[in-house]
């Protein structure tokens, strides 16, 4: 049978492999932790590793509500060729010498990709159009166009270089194509350029501290965060009296707490109830976490 914690819910954040779907992650995990209720947070391609967020049991709830908004990468990015996915997954579609890049050329290209920019993402991306996802469109063997949008990169640093590679760092919002960052450099040193590795190193609140491997999960089939931990890491917090409790846990408004966005709402024992938001004078509940009868 599964821990009693695990059934009652929480976040397992997963070193994840490379070469694995972020699906292949969920269901290796509904086997390491001996339930169907698991989901995952924020999409990581296959090559990728790192931080993913998935949630268990009645961890599930919050997965809609986290704000996963701001990431950090680690990255390869190797100039000179030019891809058909702009990542190391894709085939070859330009080749050009970097040799004659200069150390200065790449800075001057990195600082013009950071901060509020404009970008298009890549065309096997998982961006809809017209309701289907662009990579799907490109696999049937259309072309694909994705029109630019508005996203911010708030920090793009080169660690080395090696050659033709450049080892970085970046931060960006929810949406920014690390890959597109790769083939956009490439492109505006004219030698191209695509992904060779990609580390996500922090997605919101969660970082690699709390990341656990899949053979770590296996050992040791656990939660990362507890429903408890999980909201106090990811909301603001609101702590209630026992008749607040109560009435949260029967799914009724309280009043407004005049705190921003969503927030999380604590019993005096500690127990996480709901995640509240103001709407006025009142708060409403999001979702009760641990109805009345639970």
Known sequence: MPDRDLVAGGLVVVDKPGGMTSHDVVSRLRRILRTRK???????DPMATGVLVCGVDRGTKLLGHLALDTKAYTATIRLGVSTTTDDAEGSPVHETDPAGVTDEAVAAGIAALTGDIRQVPSSVSAVKID????????????????????????????????????????ECSSGTYVRALARDLGAALGVGGHLTALRRTRVGPFDLTHARTLEQLEADPSLSLDLAGAVATAFPRRDVDAAGATDVSH?????????????GVFAPDGRVLALMADAGEAAKPVVVLAPAGS
Do not use: C, M, N
């Open 38 to 44: 698991v989901g995952h947070a924020g999409t990581l």
């Open 131 to 170: 309701g289907q996802r662009a990579y799907a469109r490109v696999r049937a063997g259309e072309d694909v166009v994705i029109p630019a949008r508005p996203v911010t990169v708030s920090a793009f640093t080169l660690l080395e270089r090696r050659g033709a590679d450049l080892d970085v760092v970046v």
């Open 251 to 263: 799914g009724k408004r309280l009043v407004a707490a005049g705190l921003p966005g969503t927030y």
